[in-house]
C-alpha cells in the first residue's frame, strides 16, 4: 500500500503563490507510483485532474493551469509538489494527491478513474 500526505495548503489573495506537497510512504517504489498526480474538487463540481507527472519526469497539465503552475517530484524523498503562482478566486478547492503503478503519456494522466492511492486533501483558498 501507498500512503499519501499533502501538505501546504491555505489562503491567499488572487495573485499570490502557495506550493503543495505531497510525501508518499509505505511501498513508494516505481511499481507503485509510476505516475504521480494533483488533483482538485470545488464544491458542487466533480473532482478534475491539475497536473501530472510520471516518473522519468514526463508531464500533463489541465488546459486552465498551464503557464501558471509547475508539479515537479523528488523521487529520492518520495515527495511531489505543486507549485501554484498568479492564483485566481477559480483555483479555490480541496487539493489531492494521487498515484498510479501505472505509466500515463496521454489525457489519461488527468484521469481520476486511473489512480488507486489518494491522500486526504489540503484546502487552497484564494480570495479576490
Known amino acids: 500500500q501507498v500512503q499519501l500526505v499533502e501538505s501546504g495548503g491555505g489562503s491567499v489573495q488572487a495573485g499570490g503563490s502557495l506550493r503543495l506537497s505531497c510525501a508518499a510512504s509505505?511501498?513508494?517504489?516505481?511499481?507503485?507510483?509510476?505516475?504521480r498526480a494533483w488533483f482538485r474538487q470545488a464544491p458542487g463540481k466533480e473532482r478534475e485532474g491539475v497536473a501530472a507527472m510520471n516518473r522519468d519526469g514526463n508531464t500533463r497539465y489541465a488546459d486552465s493551469v498551464k503557464g501558471r503552475f509547475t508539479i515537479s517530484r523528488d523521487n529520492a524523498k518520495s515527495t511531489l509538489y505543486l507549485q501554484m503562482n498568479s492564483l485566481k478566486p477559480e483555483d479555490t478547492a480541496m487539493y489531492y494527491c494521487?498515484?498510479?503503478?501505472?505509466?500515463?503519456?496521454?489525457?489519461?494522466?488527468?484521469?481520476?478513474?486511473?489512480?488507486?492511492?489518494w491522500g486526504q486533501g489540503t484546502q487552497v483558498t484564494v480570495s479576490s
Open positions: 494521487a498515484a498510479s503503478q501505472y505509466y500515463y503519456s496521454s489525457r489519461a494522466a488527468l484521469n481520476r478513474a486511473n489512480f488507486g492511492y
Open positions: 509505505g511501498y513508494t517504489s516505481s511499481v507503485y507510483t509510476s505516475c
